[in-house]
Structures are given as C-alpha cells and as structure tokens.
C-alpha cells in the first residue's frame, strides 16, 4: 500500500543542470498527486518513470513562476496523448486566467476537460477528499499571497475483523460492520464480546506536508503536527538569516526548528538557491537541529510505510 514522495525538482527560482525547479509527485496507492510544477516538470516525470497520464490533481502553492511555469508543458503534451479523464488544478484564482489565455492564443482545443479550484489562502481549507485520502491547504508567510501549503492525511480504517474468533462466536454479517467500527458484541446467551477480542486494529494513517516558499512562520506547526513526513524549504543558509526574512525565505536551521516544534518523524529540505553547488552545509545545519533531514534531491523517492 503505497504512500510515496518522489522529487522532481528541488531548486528555487533558476535551474541548473542538476536541479530543476519545484515539484514533487505522491503516490497514495497507485494514484499520482502532482505537486507544483515548475520548468520542465513534464521531463522530470518521464525520466523517473511517473505515469504522466494517471496524474488527476495538480495542487499549485503559488505563481511565482519556479512553482508554475511547467504547468502549459504538461496540459498541452497530456491533450497531445490524446488524455480523456477531467484534470483538476488547485490554485490561486489567477492561475485559470493565466492557463486559459495561454490556451486562447494557441487557438488549443484540449481532448479533456480542464477543471480548476480556487485556493483562498486566509485559512485550513480542503480541497480534496475521498474515502482514503483528505487534502488541505493552508496559509505560509511569502512574498506573494495567497501562498498555500498542503498537507496530505490518510483517513483513519476501520478495525480489521479477526474471522476465527467471528466464526467461533457465530457472530451474523449484519453485526460485522458495527464491530469494525469498534462495538461489542452481546451474544444471544447474553454474554458480552469484548471488541478487543474480535479485532485487531488497522494501521495508522500516513500524512505528508509540503511547505514552500515560506518565511521562518511557526504558526504552522499546529497544523503539520506529527506528520510522517514534512518537506520545508531551505533556501538559505543561517549566516543568509537576513536575506531570508527579506525574501520571505527560510534557512535550513530554520526549517528544521520547524520540524522539531511540530515532532515530525522526518524532515526533507528543498527549494536550493542555485549558488550552492554542495548541499551538504544545507544538511549539516538541519541536522544540527533535527537529526532526521534528508536533502530532497531530484530523483530521490520518499516511502511511508505502514506503522
Ligand atoms: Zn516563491
């Protein structure tokens, strides 16, 4: 049961060679989230194998272009593969106006149905839900507003049956829902089953939040609290500390207090300003802080697996 991050892209503003701009794909049981989608992002999905045509939702955190600039690339080369399925964009209102007039001007009749979401950015919002998965957005500290971070948490499952003990007790299927949900059972000698011996529970839901581009803004940490896996930007390093407030950017120490305030399991950092060539000083300062960071390197997969 899947539940896996891959980088696409982990630099800020300007590429270089090795790094592209943002954006990162989730695979939550076979089905594909893309996450922004910066220059080049349709390259990025063929060179680390990502099924480009299973992707339905696209969630936008900003427009400035290193977050968006790919998005025209990949809607036209989807309508070019002959794509039926709706897309569905989340992002600032702006972003429908800015697609659609690109789409105009290139006189292009996409094969599929393109359906956007506003993203307000003042408050938690859900933008997405089905029986498994929710996906939220919620306000980050940037230069542009609305500047949304998401963060993506599976739905709790219900207590597995355990069918020996169901069949020892004779216990009827119309009994077995309630029982999944946690009740006990009272047999018809008037004994009571406790849930406990006919179930066992299933595993804990995975989260993943995703928070770029943002000021150092502690007002998240309720929000991404004890999630599995938080990818914050660092596109600074401490002794930049000022020019990262100025910019509305954070540096790595910064992200990994970050981390540490809201007791994630795993920090991964991203979002490079293209002057650093090594990133190890970026790892090392995180460290320092939160033991557990990873540098989200383009190419590199993330899995959550189950606890
Ligand atoms: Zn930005």
Redesign the pocket.
């Known amino acids: 049961m899947k539940f896996e991050l891959t980088i696409l892209g982990s630099n800020s503003a300007l590429p270089t060679s090795k790094r592209f701009p943002t954006a990162q794909v989730l695979n939550v049981l076979e089905r594909f989230f893309l996450i922004d989608c910066g220059e080049g992002t349709q390259i990025q999905l063929k060179k680390f194998r990502v099924p480009m045509s299973r992707i339905n939702h696209i969630f936008i955190s900003?427009l400035?272009g290193?977050?968006f600039f790919g998005l025209i690339g990949l809607i036209s080369s989807l309508s070019l593969q002959g794509r039926k399925n709706e897309l569905h964009i989340y992002a600032h209102s702006k972003l429908e106006k800015i697609i659609r007039f690109q789409l105009e001007v290139l006189d292009s009749k996409l094969s599929y149905k393109l359906v956007f979401h506003n993203i307000f950015g003042k408050e938690i919002q859900t933008l997405f839900e089905d029986e498994t998965l929710t996906v939220q957005s919620f306000p980050l500290k940037?230069?542009?507003m609305p500047?949304a971070g998401f963060l993506f948490k599976e739905k709790e499952r219900p207590r597995l049956l355990k069918k020996d003990m169901l069949d020892f007790y004779k216990i009827p299927i119309k009994a077995r829902h309630g029982i999944k949900l946690g009740d006990d059972y009272l047999t018809e000698e008037g004994v009571l089953i406790p849930n406990a011996k006919l179930t066992i529970a299933a595993s804990k839901p995975r989260s993943y939040a995703f928070c770029t581009?943002t000021a150092y803004f502690p007002r998240i940490v309720p929000i991404i609290r004890k999630v599995n896996l938080l990818y914050h930007e660092a596109t600074f390093l401490k002794n930049d500390a000022k020019r990262a407030k100025s910019t509305y950017h954070s540096t790595a120490e910064q992200a990994a207090k970050i981390a540490k305030e809201a007791e994630v399991s795993q920090l991964l950092i991203g979002h490079f300003s293209a002057r650093f060539h090594d990133l190890s000083a970026h790892l090392s300062e995180a460290q320092s802080v939160f033991p557990k960071t990873e540098l989200a390197e383009d190419g590199k997969v993330f899995s959550i697996l189950h606890s």
């Open positions: 900003h400035h290193d977050h940037h230069g542009v500047c581009d």
